[in-house]
């Protein structure tokens, strides 16, 4: 890609987002960054300026577990950047304690899943008015270990569960994000926007922070040459920058080798993404997030 062209990019005040904001803003990009904390995202701004300090840094404020302030931060967004040339949908948490958002919404399933779908929805104006936009999702091998998918319930279930519960839950998450991206790449075929996943492999840097010995157990990775998130930021970076991968969508990739993935059943089933589709959307329109009239999303 050439310089000065604009990226979105969710969660970019830890982890795989900041290293990945770090690069693109040392190859030129024009970053627009989402936070929680007002203080991170200065921290993080002034590290993207002593490594680019012509890189242009703007930062939009809000709770990702909140799907209001999901929809505020896609609208402002949308009016300050009428042209956006990258999405990447990046935020993510796993919780080893259930909770549910104010919203009634369980929390991983709202950030982890629902929030990169209605952002996507909102940002899809001024992707299209790039020509040429480009989509990126994390998503995870933990897909692998979703248990058993359940729709639409399970975008909507508050069940209490346990520390070792809660990793089906967070795979359910990333299994959803894959049939998303297949989903949405089918429907906005023709419009110049490719959309893809990608498995970031292993790290604890952000996703890990509820661990009380995660800090340690990053440390000792690191030791070890395990899960370091370089490799993460570099498979996110490649789709983001490589010409390719502009006319590839719909695929889920692979951190290192950066070949297609085959993703566990039934992420490529077509029937399923669809339901999936339809279920997040009578789910956003019931909730007042989408209107019925744009909730055909294409």
């Known amino acids: ?37 007002k203080e991170r995202a200065e921290a993080t701004r002034k590290k993207i300026q002593e490594i680019a300090p012509s890189t242009k840094v703007d930062f939009f404020y809000g709770d990702f577990s909140l799907l209001k302030d999901v929809k505020r931060v ?25 909770r549910i958002t104010s919203e009634g919404l369980p929390e ?34 933990a897909s692998q270990r979703h248990g058993f998918l359940k729709l639409p319930d399970d975008l909507t279930d508050t069940t209490p569960f346990t520390s070792r519960g ?47 010995f995660a800090s340690v157990l990053e440390r000792l990775l690191k030791a070890l040459r395990i899960g370091d998130p370089r490799k993460g930021a570099d498979i996110i970076t490649r789709l983001i920058v490589e010409p390719e991968c502009q006319k590839m969508t719909g695929g889920y990739f692979n951190v290192g080798t950066g ?9 490529r089933d077509v029937i399923m993404q669809n339901k999936l589709w339809e279920a997040t959307e009578n789910l956003l329109v019931e909730k007042g997030f989408i209107s019925k009239s744009d909730a055909t999303y294409q």
């Open 1 to 37: 890609m050439s310089k000065k062209e604009t990226i979105v990019i969710t969660g970019a005040t830890s982890g795989l987002g900041q290293l990945v904001a770090f690069e693109l803003g040392r190859r030129g990009f024009d970053l627009i960054l989402t936070a929680r904390s």
């Open 74 to 98: 896609g609208s402002e967004i949308t009016v300050a950047y009428p042209k956006i040339d990258v999405l990447l949908n990046n935020v993510g948490i796993h919780a080893f304690v259930p």
């Open 108 to 141: 991983m399933i709202a950030v982890n899943y629902l929030a990169p779908w209605l952002l996507t929805h909102m940002l899809k104006p001024s992707l299209q008015n790039a020509r040429e936009a480009r989509v990126v999702n994390v998503a995870s091998e």
């Open 166 to 212: 809660s990793s089906p839950i967070y795979g359910k998450t990333k299994l959803l994000n894959i049939m998303f991206t297949a989903e949405v790449a089918r429907r906005w075929s023709g419009t110049g926007i490719s959309v893809n996943a990608l498995n970031p492999g292993f790290n604890v840097t952000g996703l890990g922070r509820e661990l009380w």
């Open 259 to 267: 070949k297609s993935i085959e993703p566990v059943s039934p992420g």
